[in-house]
């Protein structure tokens, strides 16, 4: 059955700015029509995505008279995207998203918001509950597991050689060719249709989690599967703004979050343990971040509820349903 989404000029949503940290943050913000909100809900995009990505899950959250606030991350969107990688630090943003929630919600809810990530949101938002659990209400992650702080520094390539296979294509993410070569709106949307599943004719992908992106085939890659011909145009001129070398940094970060998070690893399990009401929603069918890699991370966690939906990564979209039904199971009452 169809979920009710956002279209990209929605009237059910504002467009708000925000300086945090000298840059210009863009927001949707959603209010319930019916008086004072229940709560209020954070979400955190991921990559290659837009606060847009959401749009299956705000009308829903309104529905339950939560009030959503969903930034464009930086790099992304109508929201600045300075080129030094060091910006794009965890706990930087950690407490970016700590003055945006602070911004909107002041005192209602004890200042409290219940955080949402996917995917590379996912990551963030789990650093964001230990680095300011004060106004964390609860938190969950779509697709991404939670990895503690670690006090011994891992090479991203050993990593990927020794433990992380499918996590190869992110050295060519870091690396400098996929923003070198996916400039101007035809690669773009090239890339986005890639991205979001799109095929070439003899039904071959154009990206896999062993090489990363095929530049040979992006050509001949048809529409994505996964949204509407006006939707990837959506993303195409949003991306245009910037290109990618932003959304990229996230790629880059590695060694600066490595850096940050020793003082945590080195506290011990009392500092890298997250004790606000957690959940995380694994796609059965996510080639980045199988659900396998969920398995043993409730030993991290006060309060751990694990749900699995039958989608790729792009669980928002295609699992749109059971992503927002697994929401209200959990955090609805606790937030109620
Ligand atoms: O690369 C990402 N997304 C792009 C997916 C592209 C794709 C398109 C279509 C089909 C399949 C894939 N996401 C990142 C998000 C952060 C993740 O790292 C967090 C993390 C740790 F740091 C340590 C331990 C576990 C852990 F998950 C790594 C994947």
Redesign the pocket.
């Known amino acids: 059955q169809s979920v009710d989404k956002l279209t990209p000029d929605d009237p059910r949503v504002e467009h708000h700015t925000l300086e945090i940290r000298g840059y210009n943050w863009h927001y949707l913000l959603a209010n319930p029509t019916s008086g004072k909100p229940t709560g209020t809900v954070l979400l955190v995009h991921?990559?290659?995505d837009l606060a847009f990505g959401w749009r299956y899950q705000v009308p829903a959250l309104l529905a339950l008279n939560m009030r959503v606030i969903v930034p464009d991350m930086l790099g992304y969107g109508r929201t600045d995207a300075p080129d030094d990688v060091a910006e794009y630090a965890q706990k930087k943003l950690a407490s970016d998203l700590a003055a945006l929630a602070a911004h909107v919600v002041g005192t209602d809810d004890g200042g409290q918001v219940v955080l949402g990530g996917h995917?590379?949101g996912?990551?963030i938002v789990w650093r964001t509950a230990l680095w300011r659990p004060e106004f964390v209400r609860a938190v969950f992650s779509v697709?991404?597991?939670?990895?503690p702080p670690r006090d011994q520094w891992v090479p991203p390539e050993v990593m990927v050689e020794t433990v992380?296979p499918n996590?190869r294509?992110?050295l060519q993410?870091a690396g400098p060719d996929v923003e070198a070569q996916i400039v101007g709106p035809v690669k773009l949307r090239q890339f986005l249709n890639t991205?979001?599943?799109g095929r070439t004719p003899d039904g071959q992908p154009g990206?896999n989690?062993k090489d990363g992106l095929l530049f040979d085939r992006l050509e001949s890659i048809g529409p994505s599967p996964v949204l509407s011909p006006e939707e990837v145009e959506f993303y195409v001129a949003e991306y245009a703004r910037h290109g990618l070398h932003g959304p990229l940094n996230?790629?880059r970060t590695?060694r600066v979050?490595f850096d940050d998070e020793l003082e945590l690893a080195q506290q011990g399990a009392e500092r890298t343990r997250i004790k606000v009401p957690s959940m995380i929603v694994t796609a059965s069918r996510?080639?980045?971040?199988p659900p396998s890699?969920a398995a043993n991370m409730d030993r991290h966690f006060e309060s751990l509820v694990k749900r699995e939906v039958d989608a790729?990564?792009?669980a928002l979209w295609e699992a749109a349903g059971d992503v927002n039904k697994t929401y209200f199971q959990v955090f609805a009452e606790s937030v109620a």
């Not at 697709?143 to 990895?147: A, D, E, K, S, V």
């Not at 996510?286 to 971040?289: C, F, Q, S, T």
């Open positions: 991921g990559w290659p995917d590379w996912g990551a697709c991404t597991p939670y990895g992380l996590f294509y992110q993410l991205l979001f599943l990206f989690t996230y790629y590695h979050n996510d080639g980045a971040l890699m790729t990564h792009w």
